[in-house]
């Protein structure tokens, strides 16, 4: 069960931006570091964003991340054919009983 | 180069059991946390289980906990995933993912769990 909650899509022409958001609460994103997983049809997630706003070696900056508070935003800048894709926010949520990870519910990201 | 490889999904009947297994490569092992994340069919995704980094502490989701079991055989490098007692609902890809603390950096191709009647 999805804690996170995200657009079900976006989209746009190419070249334009798009923007993404996940929103949570203090358990979850507002305590803890938010990354972003980029979902190719029948391929397994790949990491995009980390701790918020990081990229990892290999992703173009055209992708960028954000938080405050209890949200947070993906934004995909030069939009390309190739980012077609589905996108997921995720997160530590503490809990009582322990460290649980959470992901957000998805967004479709399509290319007009 | 990091591997993650997963195995032993198939179908069951509801009510069996089924013990995924994902040999990791490419980094040391012990260092890290690593998880199982599932993804049903057409379906977003869902953290199932891990094992983190510190003191080797295991955690459930509500929805497996006291069904399933995660495990770890260090010296061979290789993660386990005890599944009891499955659903319908347990029906899944089911990722062997490593964590960096707090993001997931690499993920495994993944291995079908199907319950079914």
């Known amino acids: 069960q999805s804690v996170l909650a995200q657009p079900p899509s976006v989209s746009a022409a190419p070249g334009q931006r798009v923007t993404i958001s996940c929103s949570g609460s203090?358990?979850?994103?507002?305590?803890?570091?938010v990354s972003w997983y980029q979902q190719f049809p029948g391929t397994a997630p790949q990491l995009l964003i980390y701790d918020n706003n990081k990229r990892p070696s290999g992703i173009p900056d055209r992708f960028s991340g954000s938080k405050s508070g209890t949200s947070a935003t993906l934004g995909i800048t030069g939009l390309q054919t190739g980012d077609e894709a589905d996108y997921y926010c995720g997160t530590w949520e503490t809990s009582l009983s322990g460290g649980h990870y959470v992901f957000g519910t998805g967004t479709k990201v399509t290319v007009l | 180069e990091v591997q993650l490889l997963e195995s032993g999904g198939g179908s069951v009947q509801p009510g069996g059991s089924l013990r995924l297994s994902c040999v990791a490569s490419?980094?040391?092992?012990?260092?890290?946390?690593i998880n199982w994340v599932r993804q049903a069919p057409g379906k977003g995704l869902e953290w199932v289980s891990g094992i983190s980094l510190r003191g080797g502490r295991t955690d459930y989701a509500d929805s497996v906990k006291g069904r399933f079991t995660i495990s770890r055989d260090i010296p061979k490098n290789t993660l386990f995933l005890q599944m009891n007692s499955l659903r319908a609902e347990d029906t899944a890809l089911y990722y062997c993912v490593k964590d960096l603390d707090d993001h997931f950096d690499y993920w495994g191709q993944g291995t079908l769990v199907t319950v079914s009647s």
């Open positions: 490419g980094f040391t092992f012990s260092s890290y946390g």
């Open positions: 203090s358990s979850n994103i507002g305590n803890n570091y």
